[in-house]
């Protein structure tokens, strides 16, 4: 199957992007925090070709074929991500008169590896060939974002679609998300990233994530902040009733461990970026409230098995683990955990 079998045309443009697992820096970017994400080499394809006042898509992996007329509500389900960036470019000034699009990926979906990110970067990348628009990386990671936020409805943070535009695989990328500067550094010589998946899909736009970011910006609101990035003393936050002095704990916390994390990048200090990861984790399960047994147990029989640190990536309730794990003890790790855990899918 593909453009040609489903449409009969054959696609006038191609593009790719992939997704990201967050190394640390969770929860932080809608704060205007620091986040140091790392693309993986997982991808979402897309084919396109132009079509006249619809969105038309079919998904590969959900063997589905969607159509919808522009400015179409969202109505739950992939073809919203694709509306949505082709209202976002029409928001910006560049009207798109519709499109078609074949959509293939590798991502495993609702594993919090930003498997939206991807597609909406991925279909802007294709639509930016398609109209020839002159736009920047960069730019297209902020329609992606709004696309997000604004259409489907996920008050999103611009991580995932900044890593899915603008980072590299195989490093970590540091990104002020209130200034926008970015750098991409390499990960610790001698280790491997290691995605563990069970399996535990989640849904972000049915609240929960939305409720902890009112409950962030609440939190910065009672301290007198712009954001909590702001916040530069922990001790600060305990003035807070509950909970948002454990949301805001998190917070200011995990802006404090991108920065050691990036220190321990640039010393290629690999023990102490992994400690910084499991801190992070705790951090997310214990105040921010994210985690799932299932999640914790796994961060554990991670380390146990010989990892560096892990956490879990995304913004939690479902999703993966990520791990980092020496290259010279990647096989017993596996090993190790494959035998321990049924249905566990390691990437």
Known sequence: MGFREIFGILPEATAQAPGRVNLLGEHTDYQEGYVLPS??????????????????????????????????????????????VVWALGEAGHPVEGARFYVRSDLPMGAGLSSSAALEVAALRALRALYRL????????????????EYVGVRCGLMDQM???????????????????????????????????????????????????????????????????????????????SPLDRRARHIVGENLRVLRGVEALRRGDARAFGE????????????YEVSLPELDALVEEALQAG?????????????????????????????????????????
């Open 134 to 149: 002159p736009l920047s990386d960069l730019e297209l990671a902020l329609l992606a974002q709004r696309a997000e936020a």
């Open 276 to 287: 910084l990861m499991t801190q992070s984790h705790r951090s997310l399960s214990r105040d």
């Open 163 to 241: 890593a899915s535009s603008l980072g590299r695989v195989g490093q970590a990328l540091f990104l002020d998300t209130r200034t926008l500067a970015y750098e991409n550094l390499p990960l610790p010589p001698g280790t491997r990233v290691a995605v563990l998946d069970l399996g535990l899909k989640r849904r972000l736009a049915e609240g929960a994530y939305n409720e902890r970011r009112q409950e962030a910006e609440e939190a910065a609101r009672r301290l007198g902040v712009r954001a909590l990035r702001d916040v530069a003393d922990l001790c600060l936050v305990e003035s807070l009733p």
């Open 307 to 347: 990892a560096l640190g892990a956490k879990l990536t995304g913004a939690g309730f479902g999703g993966a683990v990520v791990a980092l794990v020496p290259e010279g003890e990647w096989r017993a790790f596996k090993d190790r955990l494959e035998a321990r855990l049924a249905g566990l899918k390691i990437l």
């Open 39 to 84: 693309p993986l080499p997982y991808l979402t394809q897309v084919e396109a070709a132009r079509a006249e006042g619809r969105v038309e898509a079919y998904s590969e992996t959900l063997r589905e074929l969607r159509a919808r007329p522009l400015g179409s509500p969202p109505q739950g389900d992939f073809l919203d991500y694709l509306l949505g």
